[in-house]
């Protein structure tokens, strides 16, 4: 077959190199391990359920937050946002399909049974609430379009701050996820923050949209920057990053776009912990609950299907 | 086996493995993609391949993996192994002249210089970019970005003003 032929007919071209393997026709058949040949040795400095602890916390935090975006298909006001949103989601999840394997290879008893043997899956599907890391940022209902940027404006500046650091980790696979994923945010950060300038900038219903989103999301980020014992411990062993240290970034960050809109940064206190606890203990909103219910259906009524 | 019919037989099985074509960007092969990094044969007459996703999400790796596998057993190497490598990550300097080449005939438009960042803080862009893109149809130097994200992740969309055309664009990363 020539290019040309390849070219005019892309199922043809999958065809002729798949020798009539049905199993190839639909992306989704038979995921395999994202991590498949990558020397997984964990360091000898490195505490192995420890940094699957923390690779559970950043993944959920991309896993939830995608599962949200994707709630915008159908939805965006404009075809090429959905796709932007779409695209982000994208990116998201195949960091938190990397960051699970990586939990799943660290320490192999944080998967649950009913994977069937894939261990994203058991840890993205067969989870209770309770065993999610992610900070409640990235449960919060999506909110209208304005909620839905401010959030990922938040999120993005927060993650690419802890992944450009990240890339220095002793643990050569986060290092290299988190390398990855710096050039995936930026992209990701830009898009959000041009849209909170672009709407607060705008006409007067646009730009108290962008302010109410603003207060909505506010009360969530200072349980960014809360350090858990896991990280507080990995840090020092220079596997992970302490979330506290990502804060003069992050402000800068965010006083930049906003003092583009002119928009005040919010003066909200944060959410209530629950008991000291918050998403990165498992303890978490009333939100996440409806959204596991949505992704883990499926997997769940047909434990170990394929199609 | 004479060291010199060990390195046709490298060449011959690394030609096997660099002709996959993407399976999203069906005009590219792996190698002009960037993306096949390593082909070596092992002792025992196996092939150990080694590929890398453009991004995270990429959701073409095992797809990629199963097409390498189909045409090196066809071409008589029953042992084959892909093995994923992340490190470093990709870029899109990495597609070949010939690549950027095929991609322009087939009215993509192929990415200028990945950018450059230096150590530290990424730095926020808040206006686009101006990127010197021609119109893969037309030639005009005269484009515009409707969008950074497009069809896949590693597109962007354009227009032309001239020929009025939306085309992708491979984004630079």
């Known amino acids: 077959m020539t290019i040309d032929d390849a070219y005019s007919d892309a199922y043809r071209a999958l065809a002729d190199v798949h020798g009539g393997d049905e199993a190839h026709w639909a992306f989704g058949t038979g995921f395999d391990d994202p991590l498949a040949g990558v020397d997984t040795t964990l360091p000898s400095t490195v505490d192995g359920a420890a940094l699957a602890a923390y690779c559970l916390m950043l993944g959920d935090d991309a896993l939830v937050l995608a599962q949200r975006l994707t709630e915008w298909c159908t939805r965006a006001p404009e075809l090429e946002d959905e796709v932007a949103l779409a695209n982000i989601g994208l990116d998201l999840l195949g960091q938190a399909r990397l960051l699970l394997s990586r939990a799943a290879q660290a320490d192999p008893s944080v998967v649950p049974t009913g994977g069937a043997g894939v261990a994203e899956d058991g840890l993205a599907y067969f989870r209770e609430q309770h065993e999610f890391r992610n900070v409640r940022l990235c449960e919060q209902d999506n909110g209208d379009f304005a909620h839905t940027v401010v959030r990922l404006l938040v999120f993005a500046t927060w993650r690419l701050a802890a992944l450009t650091r990240l890339a220095a980790s002793v643990d050569p696979v986060v290092s290299a996820i988190a390398a990855k994923g710096v050039k995936e945010l930026t992209y990701h950060r830009d898009w959000a923050a041009r849209w909170v300038i672009r709407l607060g900038d705008s006409t007067p219903e646009a730009r108290s949209r962008v302010e109410a989103g603003l207060a909505g999301v506010w009360p969530l980020v200072d349980e960014l920057f809360r350090p858990s014992t896991v990280e507080s411990g990995l840090a020092a062993a220079g596997a992970a990053v302490d979330p506290a240290g990502l804060r003069p970034e992050f402000d800068a960050v965010l006083a930049e776009v906003l003092g583009a809109a002119a928009l005040p940064v919010p003066d909200v206190p944060p959410a209530a912990l629950v008991g000291g606890r918050a998403g990165r203990d498992g303890v978490h909103t009333e939100a996440l609950s409806y959204l596991l219910a949505e992704m883990q259906s499926v997997a769940r009524a047909h434990p170990g299907a394929t199609w | ?173």
């Open chain 2, 1 to 173: 086996m004479s060291r010199v019919s060990t390195v046709d037989e490298l060449a011959r099985v690394r030609a096997v493995a660099a002709g996959v074509l993407d399976p999203e960007l069906p005009v590219l092969t792996l190698a002009d993609l960037g993306v096949l990094r390593d082909v070596r044969l092992t002792g025992a007459g196996g092939v150990v391949v080694t590929i890398t996703p453009t991004y995270s999400g990429c959701p073409a790796m095992a797809t990629m993996r199963a097409d390498l596998t189909a045409r090196l057993r066809a071409a008589g190497y029953a042992d084959v192994e892909v093995r994923t490598v992340l490190s470093p990550p990709w870029t899109t300097d990495w597609i070949s002249d010939a690549g950027r080449r095929v991609l322009a005939g087939h009215g993509v438009a192929p990415p200028g210089p990945a950018p450059r960042r230096p150590l530290g803080p990424v730095p926020l862009t808040l206006t686009r970019p101006a990127r010197a893109v021609a119109c893969p149809r037309c030639g005009s130097p005269d484009t515009e970005e409707i969008s950074e994200f497009g069809p896949t992740a590693c597109t962007a969309i354009r227009r032309c003003r001239a020929c009025r055309e939306p085309f992708e664009h491979v984004k630079e990363i």
